[in-house]
């Protein structure tokens, strides 16, 4: 079955649960982020096979409410208002992927180990940037908890003149604003784009949304640029130009290598998700 929502509600966060440490970090996260942006929250867990009658399906669905029951709990102590939650059937990246359609963001734990088969392992993270249709967080790095959200520190954003990087700055320029952070802006190509005139652009851009800006450019490959400025970051943001489940984080891409070593929560805009975050 789709996710539905009534048009003139708002999209939430969406936060894949399972019984793992790292999904507890995405809820809590995802808890303080509605919170910030003054969204709904949407905790959905996945029950894996799909059919009513299977054997133990019963006793899986008893236990994943069991786990959402504690995660709303976790979620409303962390500050969020409006808490909804779910189990649904099927896998978790077909799943979160159909929940996209209809959310702000979706945020995930960047690997899971549980004995579920609605497990937010890091494949089911990797398979879904690819499909989601708004931007989707991994929560990895530092431990944040949900109150230890790095005061001070910048949000980052790869640039590199193309659609995707530009999806990805204008999210980045309204996660900025709602957290009330600086705007690192990183030239990842190897000749910056656009020059000055690219950069000033960019600036009033920010202004307009009351973000300070900073551009910077330096020698190397994007993977190591980024993951250098990330364990400054509070949060840093990616466009994704693949299409399909993984080819947007083949071996080797930017995506990819902020996803499996980034010191901070990782924001990627893959190539269905054009769209901005909405203000809060």
Do not use: I, K
């Not at 929250?41 to 009658?53: N, Q, Y």
């Not at 190509?189 to 300070?212: H, I, S, W």
């Not at 993984?246 to 930017?254: D, E, Q, R, T, Y």
Request: with cysteine; charged share 20%.
């Amino acid at each position: 079955m789709r996710n539905t929502r009534d048009d003139r509600s708002p999209a939430p966060v969406v936060v894949g649960v399972d019984d793992t440490t790292h999904a507890r970090e995405a809820v809590g996260w995802g808890a303080v982020e509605a919170a910030r942006l003054g969204a709904p929250l949407r905790l959905v867990a996945a029950s894996g096979l799909v059919g009513e009658h299977l054997p133990g399906r019963t006793g899986r669905d008893r236990r994943l409410h069991e786990v959402l029951a504690a995660a709303r709990a976790a979620a409303v102590e962390a500050g969020a208002a409006a808490v909804t939650t779910a189990v649904r059937s099927g896998y978790p990246a077909e799943v979160l992927a159909d929940e996209s359609r209809t959310a702000r963001l979706v945020v995930v734990g960047d690997r899971g180990a549980s004995r579920f088969e609605g497990a937010l392992a890091g494949s089911v993270a990797v398979s879904l940037l690819g499909r989601a249709e708004c931007p989707v967080v991994v929560v990895r790095g530092r431990p944040l908890g949900t109150t230890r959200a790095p005061a001070g520190l910048p949000v980052v954003v790869g640039l590199d003149g193309t659609p995707a990087a530009d999806a990805a700055l204008e999210v980045a320029l309204e996660l900025a604003a709602a957290r009330g952070a600086d705007l690192v802006v990183l030239h990842c190509a190897e000749q910056p784009v656009g020059g000055p005139a690219v950069d000033r652009l960019v600036a009033a851009r920010a202004a307009g949304r009351g973000v300070l800006v900073r551009v910077v450019s330096g020698a190397g490959h994007p993977d190591d640029l980024l993951l250098a400025e990330a364990r400054r970051a509070q949060l840093v943001v990616v466009g994704s130009r693949g299409r399909g489940d993984l080819a947007g984080l083949l071996l080797g891409s930017v995506s990819a290598a902020l996803v499996h070593g980034a010191d901070c929560p990782v924001v990627v805009v893959g190539p269905r998700a054009r769209r901005p975050v909405p203000a809060g």
